[in-house]
């Protein structure tokens, strides 16, 4: 069975900063891609960055430049969110998928998801 688990979400000040991880324990090697997607009220999923098996990164419009992903041990990824805003306020979902097909971005390629967490910004 295999798990994502992440964690690290919490309330910050507008302009403040988070760093969740994301883990997928268990018996595999290593991931293919993962991912960070998040989904508002009434709004779609949106994926907020990816990271392939090879470091290249894909990130949403509304976080460029403030938002940076990372991978460590090929099971691992870090998201470093800097300069929150209030909009980036919703739950945050990490996601897994053991394959790499060449691209990362897409919710459709990602069988295994966490549970949440919750990040919000406000003064």
């Known amino acids: 069975q295999v798990q994502v688990v992440e964690s690290g979400g919490g309330s910050v000040q507008p302009g403040g900063s988070l760093r969740p991880p994301c883990a997928v324990p268990g018996p595999i090697y290593r991931t293919g891609c993962m991912a960070w997607f998040r989904q508002a009220p009434g709004k779609e999923r949106e994926a907020v960055a990816s990271?392939?098996?090879?470091?290249?990164t894909t990130y949403a419009d509304s976080v460029k430049g403030r938002f940076t992903a990372s991978r460590d041990n090929g099971k691992e990824m870090y998201l470093q969110m800097n300069s929150l805003k209030p909009e980036d306020t919703t739950m945050y979902y990490c996601?897994?998928?053991?394959?790499?097909?060449?691209?990362?971005?897409?919710?459709?390629?990602?069988?295994?998801w966490g549970q949440g967490t919750q990040v919000t910004v406000s003064s």
């Open positions: 996601a897994a998928s053991i394959e790499f097909r060449g691209t990362c971005s897409e919710s459709y390629l990602y069988k295994y």
């Open positions: 990271i392939d098996i090879y470091g290249s």
